[in-house]
Nanobody, 126 residues
Framework: QVQLVESGGGLVQAGGSLRLSCAAS????????MGWFRQAPGKEREFVAA????????YYADSVKGRFTISRDNAKNTVYLQMNSLKPEDTAVYYC???????????????????WGQGTQVTVSS
């Protein structure tokens, strides 16, 4: 089992940048594929980015490709989401999710992830 805690959210102007962090507890972090999702008010949780257990494979939603970068540091049990060129439509609560996997296959389906953090608010003003 793994516990996840997100941080790094905040208020930023359009065109700005933020870096989110997701710290995981437990000694088996490197056995988990990790994902970032977001949920805006009144909308379903949607996929943003995913990274394999080794960090060798990544996968992005079309809406963030070229602007966001997911990475991980297994020595620090942390996954990151660097967000550049932020837009007002990126406003949402951002969640990290974990699924046990040592495969390079990645998923954007929220049901594939077993563990979730509490989320961190990102607000982009126009």
């Amino acid at each position: 089992q793994v516990q996840l805690v997100e941080s790094g959210g905040g208020l930023v102007q359009a065109g700005g940048s933020l870096r989110l962090s997701c710290a995981a507890s437990g000694r088996t972090f490197s056995s988990y594929a990790m994902g970032w999702f977001r949920q805006a008010p009144g909308k379903e949780r949607e996929f943003v980015a995913a990274i394999s257990w080794s960090g060798d494979s990544t996968y992005y939603a079309d809406s963030v490709k070229g602007r966001f970068t997911i990475s991980r540091d297994n020595a620090k049990n942390t996954v990151y989401l660097q967000m550049n060129s932020l837009k007002p439509e990126d406003t949402a609560v951002y969640y990290c999710g974990a699924r046990p996997s040592t495969s390079s296959v990645l998923y954007g389906n929220v049901r594939r992830y077993d563990y979730w953090g509490q989320g961190t608010q990102v607000t982009v003003s126009s």
